[in-house]
Structure formats: C-alpha cells, structure tokens
C-alpha cells in the first residue's frame, strides 16, 4: 500500500457524496421558464407578445367584471350607480334570471317542475353515460321521458302514462315475436303502440287537462335554457339510435332499405338546419291530418333528429367501414346471427371508433338548437335578442346578457367533451 | 421448412377416420366477377379425416375453405356439410356454421372483449347456455390450449401464439364436428407456430375432422392423412403424405415441392 500514488488507477472510495440541491437553473420555476417560454430568441419574443396581449384584455375585463353591478333594475339605473366608470351591468342577468331558463312565459309559482325534472335527468342518464353503474338503474331511465313530459307540461297524467303504455306494449311484442321474425317483431310492435295509444287517447275524458293536479303548460310557453336543454337531450337520444339504424341500412344487402337510407341520409344533409325548421313551423301541418294540431315542440324535434341522425349515421358508417373484415367474418363463422353480430361485435367497436365523431355532431347540435329562435321560438338566445333586449329596461345590455349565455353553452358542451374523452379511455381495451 | 417444429411423439393410432361422410362437395365453382376462382372442385371428407390443402399464393385454397361455411359464396355445385346442404337459406347457413368451428390467420378475436368472454359469446349467444356453465366449458377449452390464467386479460395483450390459441378454445367451445384452419401459422413467429402446431395435432389425436390449409409441410407429413395440392384454382393432386412428398406425380406439384421443400 506503500506505493499508492496520486494517479494510480485503483480507487475505494472512503464515504458518501452528501447530495447536493441542483442549480437554480435547473431546477423549478426558473427550469421550466427557459425550457418553455424562453428557449430561443422566437419563443422569447411571442412570450412577450402573448403577455402584452393577455395584460391588454384582462386590464380591460378585470375592472368591467370587478365593478359590475348585480343590484339595479334597469340599464339607466346601472349607469346611475356606475357614474361614469367602467362597470358591467349584470342585474340583467340577477333581475332576468328565471326568464333566461325558463322563458317569460312559464308561470313561474311552477319553475320548480322544470327544475325537478332537470336533477332527475341527471339519475335517469347516470347508467346510460356510466355502463359500471347497476343494470337495474335502467328502469328509471325507461320511466323518465314519461316522467318529464308530465312534470314540464302538465296536464293531465293520464297522456304520459298512455304513452308509456304504448312503449311497453311495443317492447312486449318486439321482445315476444321479434325472436322469431324481426320484421314482424317490428311492425307488430309499431301496431301495438298505436293501438294502445289510439284507444288510450280516446279513454282519456275530454277537458282532462283542466281539472289536472299539475296545471297544463302548452309548448308555446316554454322557453329558454330550458328549451335549448330539452331540444339538446330528446335531439341527440333520437338521432343516436336513429343514426345507428341508417347507418346499418346504408350497408344493407336489400337494395329497397340501402336506398331508403341514402337518399334520406343525402337528402337532410344537403339541406340547411333552418330550412328544415321553416317546414317544421310552417309546411310541416300539410303532411298532417288537416284537423291534427301537431306540438310545434314535437314539429322541431322531428326536424333536428333527422338533420342530426344524418350526420351521425355517416361518423358511424365510418366506423363501420373501419372495422377489418376478419371480425364480421369471425362473428359469421361462429354462427352468430345479423342481429347478434351487430349487436355484440361489430356495434361496440364500431361506435367506440365513432365517439370522437358523434360527440362533435352532439356539440354540434345542441347549439344549433338556438337556431330554433329564427321560427320564434324563445330558447335562450331567442329570449335575449327578443323581450330582454327588446324591452325598455335592458335595451342595449349586449356583453353580459352574450356572454353569460356563451358561458351557460360553454359548462354543456365542455362537459359533453370531457365525458367523451373519459368514454374513450374506459374502452380503450385494444392496447394498440 | 419448419419439420423442425415437431418434435413430439404423434399418436397416430387414435386419429381413425369413420366412413362416415363429413362434407361432400361435387362439381363446385365459384367466379370472382369474370376470373374463374374456383374450377369444378369435388372432395369428399370423412369424420376423423385431417386434410392438409396446399398451394401457391391465389391458387385458391382459402377460398374454398371459405366456402365450406359460406363466408364465401359458390355459384354451382352442391356442398354437404355435415348432413346439410348449403343453400343461401340463411337458417341452414346459420346451423352450418355453429357445427363447423374455423381459425383464421389474423386470429380475428374480438378485441373489446376478454378471453373469457370471447370463448363464452357464441355457446351463450347461439347455445342459448346458461352463463355460468358456458364459462365452465370456456375455462376447460382455455386449459386445453394451456392458457387459463390470461382469462380475463384482452385480446391485445397476448402475444400472437396465445391469440391463435384463444382462437382455437373459442371455435372449440361451440364444440364443431369439423374445424377449419386458414394458414393460421402464417402471421406467427417460428416459436409461436410450435405451440399452434401443438395445439391442433392434440385436436387431431382427438378424432377431429380439420381442414387445413397451410404451408406447414412438417405438419402436413406427420399429421395430416391426406394432402390436397391446388394450383389456378383447382385440385391438381391429391394423396397420402408419404406418396404426395416422395412420389409426386405432376409437373406442377412437383416444381411447387421443390420450391417450398429447396431450402
């Protein structure tokens, strides 16, 4: 050991290294600043640029929302309490609020039916949305459409539950005959519901309505966010399985049905939504019986579940198309039958593929559900450009009541988005 | 080519063939629009019967195999599969198909689906079994093909050997007369085919009826007791595999032989 230099290649070392704290720059705040904001001289400069700019608009909206006013009942007033600062005038929206969900012409000691119906929304859609929940929950989802229409237009409960009557005749016959034949199935079950409802409407005594526990609303009174929600949620339940059927009757072997469906499917989409809803509030009555008086509510539902099936049986016929061929084929060589295969294998690929696509329709159609304002009806944005705007307290109040009803779409749609996204990792079971 | 895949002692005593017929097909012919696919095909298989169908690429085989539980249509001609004629009756088709279990080479299992639940879809679905028994049935096919403890894991997550495996338990599990095979080694690795071959020679000691097309000429030689060349869409040659290997008798047969068995 007596030979050990200092540049012998031998080494033991005699003790830890104590750790040390990494240089400032490489650590925290300041690491990820020169990595992200600062990382060349054009990164640097559009880092400057974008902070300019973000001061510039929150210099603008902080004050106007910090000052706002909630209290006033008319714009003068707020402009009264503003004196000439910058200030935005939101007792539009405290004093205006119920008129902005429900319409102005929902009597309002009943805002509470819509309200129930809504949270009840929530419980009726959890176990389609969330396929982990208990099989169960499904009977209520089965009972609520019934349930709502009862609670939102009142009148008499014997109409919702004859509908409801009707439906499970219908499922009864589907379900007793359609094992043997679809088609009879299918129409038998289409008899039934008609039948039940036909004798069950002529049950029903006339002036029911009046004397009802929940006093009758017709649809002419609903209105606002309300509307929008409602046209939003019957819309896209519609046009989903809708969608579904079109789409599988464009792949169909029987030349009648794939023509059936093209047409259709090339038909709505070549047309613009507001056409479509001009012939539901003015032309549609002459395809009916001249004495029937079709819901206009009912008129536009048609409308938008057409134009929006159309779209969605396109997303999922790609989603069809691309499936490999192995798996119709594997379903087919197991003997499976159309029904089953469609329904097991080539469904729940194909429309998992189809998310993304039928969530942008989705999105998509519950804000084309303000257009309904045009055929003067009074959704949200309906309520604000027409008696909001239009009346001689609130004339000229544009940034809060727009924004307030951008930000009411915005929770909807970015909810919808979130959910999808969530959809899509839960069945992500490929490991591609 | 890959004899080296076998290794194991094949019990050929137990793999009799009945003279029981199990498909028949006469005069068959089948076009792909104006190209003539399928030229007069006749073959007639017995229960017990393991059919090795060989060929070129586009000679045809996967198509008549195909054939045999409709996923393709004939044009002319009768095919009796298993006592049923079939027609474009879809009934039959559907009774056809649930007799006669097929593997394909891309394995084709449901991907959204687990193990178990591919392997239980079709008793339970076309069986009409209860889901408790059909599971049971599903496990011991999954012990068979020796992958049990992946039950409950996704098809993705395999690797490909086991994916033909499960492929297998799952056509197995509808309990079919007769198996097809559709090159189901082709997209494997050389390790993976062992353990296919495997599986499928064990199926063959059991008596099973199997069509097989595939290029697995050691599998061919050991198993098979009989081997169909094709060429251009017809049957060029057929025969037991000694003859069929060391005595070929046409020309065709011969050239394909020498390139597939050269090296």
């Given at each position: ?5 200092t ?11 104590p ?9 925290g705040?300041?690491?990820?600043m020169r990595e992200?904001l600062?990382?060349s ?9 974008a902070g ?11 004050p106007w929302?910090w000052?706002g ?17 910058v200030?935005?005038c939101f007792s ?19 805002y509470w ?5 809504f ?15 208990p099989?169960?929950?499904?009977a ?5 459409p019934?349930?709502a229409?009862?609670?939102i237009?009142?009148g008499?409960?014997?109409?919702p ?6 439906m499970?005749?219908a499922?009864f016959?589907?379900?007793t005959y359609?094992?043997?034949s679809?088609?009879?199935?299918f129409?038998g079950?289409i008899v039934?519901?008609?039948a039940?409802?036909?004798?069950g409407?002529a ?5 029911a309505?009046?004397?009802a ?9 609903l209105?606002?966010?309300m509307?929008?929600l409602m ?6 339940s ?6 579904i ?9 029987m030349p009648l ?9 090339e038909?709505v989409r ?8 001009f012939v539901a509030?003015?032309?549609?009555s ?31 016929r790609g989603g ?5 061929k ?8 197991l003997?499976?039958d159309?029904?089953q ?9 194909a429309?998992k ?13 519950f804000?084309?559900?303000t257009l309904?304002?045009?055929?003067s ?7 604000i ?5 239009a009346?001689?307290?609130w004339?000229?109040?544009?940034w ?11 929770i909807?749609c ?16 490929d490991?591609r | 080519?890959?004899d080296?895949?076998i290794e194991?002692?094949i019990?050929r005593?137990k793999m009799s063939v009945?003279?029981?017929v199990?498909?028949?097909i006469t005069?068959?012919?089948?076009w ?8 007069d095909?006749?073959l007639?298989?017995n ?8 060929g ?5 085989k ?12 004939h044009?002319?001609g009768?095919i009796?599969v298993?006592?049923?004629e ?9 009774k056809i ?5 097929m ?5 084709n299992?449901f ?6 639940e591919?392997c239980?879809l079709?008793?339970?679905w076309?069986?009409?079994?209860p ?11 999954l ?5 049990p ?6 098809p ?13 338990a ?8 007769i198996?097809?095979f559709?090159?189901p ?9 062992k353990?296919?071959l495997d599986?499928?020679?064990?199926l063959?000691e059991?008596g ?8 697995e000429?050691?599998f ?6 009989r ?10 040659e057929?025969n ?7 005595n ?8 394909f032989l ?6």
């Amino acid at each position: 050991m007596t030979d050990q230099t200092t540049n012998s290649i031998a080494f033991v070392a005699d003790g830890n290294i104590p750790q040390s704290p990494p240089p400032a720059r490489e650590t925290g705040v300041v690491k990820w600043m020169r990595e992200n904001l600062f990382s060349s001289w054009a990164n640097s400069l559009l880092t400057i640029v974008a902070g300019l700019v973000i001061y510039m608009v929150l210099s603008g909206a902080l004050p106007w929302m910090w000052n706002g006013v909630w209290t006033t009942s008319s714009l003068s007033e707020c402009r009264e309490v503003l004196a000439g600062e910058v200030g935005g005038c939101f007792s539009v929206l405290s004093e205006r609020w119920n008129q902005l969900l429900f319409g102005f012409q929902y009597p309002q000691d009943q805002y509470w039916r819509p309200t129930l119906a809504f949270v009840l929304l929530f419980i009726a859609g959890a176990p389609v949305l969330f396929f982990d929940l208990p099989r169960k929950m499904l009977a209520f989802t089965a009972v609520y459409p019934f349930l709502a229409f009862y609670l939102i237009w009142g009148g008499t409960i014997m109409a919702p539950i004859v509908a409801f009557l009707g439906m499970g005749a219908a499922a009864f016959v589907f379900q007793t005959y359609g094992k043997g034949s679809f088609a009879l199935g299918f129409f038998g079950a289409i008899v039934a519901a008609f039948a039940v409802w036909i004798i069950g409407g002529a049950l029903i005594p006339e002036g029911a309505s009046e004397t009802a526990m929940l006093q009758a609303v017709p649809s002419r009174d609903l209105g606002g966010f309300m509307l929008n929600l409602m046209l939003g949620v019957t819309c896209v339940s519609l046009s989903v399985p809708l969608g579904i059927a079109l789409a599988l009757g464009r792949q169909s072997d029987m030349p009648l049905i794939k023509w059936i469906c093209i047409i259709f499917i090339e038909f709505v989409r070549g047309v613009p939504l507001i056409t479509l809803l001009f012939v539901a509030s003015v032309m549609l009555s002459y395809f009916f019986p001249p004495d029937s008086t079709v819901d206009l509510f009912l008129r536009v539902v048609i409308m938008i579940t057409m134009f929006s099936a159309a779209y969605i049986a396109e997303v999922i016929r790609g989603g069809l198309a691309a499936l490999p061929k192995g798996q119709y084929e594997a379903a087919d060589s197991l003997g499976l039958d159309y029904p089953q295969a469609m329904r097991l294998i080539i469904l729940p690929q194909a429309l998992k593929i189809s998310i993304p696509g039928i969530v942008n329709v989705a999105v998509g159609l519950f804000k084309d559900t303000t257009l309904v304002s045009v055929i003067s009806m009074f959704d949200l944005v309906g309520m604000i450009r027409g008696p909001i705007l239009a009346s001689t307290e609130w004339a000229g109040v544009y940034w809060e009541l727009l924004g307030a009803a951008a930000i009411l779409f915005f929770i909807v749609c970015y909810g919808i988005s979130q959910y999808s996204q969530w959809l899509e990792r839960r069945l992500a079971t490929d490991h591609r | 080519m890959s004899d080296l895949a076998i290794e194991r002692e094949i019990d050929r005593t137990k793999m009799s063939v009945s003279d029981e017929v199990a498909i028949q097909i006469t005069g068959m012919n089948k076009w792909y629009g104006q190209f003539h696919v399928l030229r007069d095909i006749n073959l007639t298989v017995n229960r017990g019967e393991r059919i090795v169908i060989a060929g070129p690429s586009g000679s045809g085989k996967s198509t008549m195999i195909r054939c045999l539980n409709a996923l393709e249509e004939h044009q002319e001609g009768q095919i009796i599969v298993d006592g049923t004629e079939l027609t474009s009756d879809l009934k039959n088709i559907d009774k056809i198909r649930s007799e006669v279990g097929m593997c394909f080479q891309h394995f084709n299992l449901f991907p959204h689906l687990t193990i178990l639940e591919n392997c239980t879809l079709a008793p339970i679905w076309v069986r009409k079994m209860p889901k408790k028994e059909a599971e049971d049935l599903a496990m011991h096919f999954l012990e068979k093909v020796k992958i049990p403890d992946q039950a409950n894991k996704y098809p993705g997550m395999l690797s490909g050997g086991q994916q033909q495996r499960v492929a297998i338990a799952r056509s197995l599990c509808m309990k079919p007369r007769i198996m097809l095979f559709d090159e189901p080694t082709s997209a494997l690795d050389p390790e993976m085919i062992k353990e296919v071959l495997d599986t499928m020679i064990e199926l063959a000691e059991e008596g099973m009826t199997m069509l097989c097309v595939t290029h697995e000429m050691g599998f061919a030689r050991q198993v098979a007791n009989r081997v169909i060349f094709m060429a251009d869409g017809q049957i060029v040659e057929q025969n037991e595999p000694e003859e069929f290997f060391n005595n070929p008798q046409s020309d065709r047969t011969k050239q394909f032989l020498s390139q597939i068995l050269g090296h």
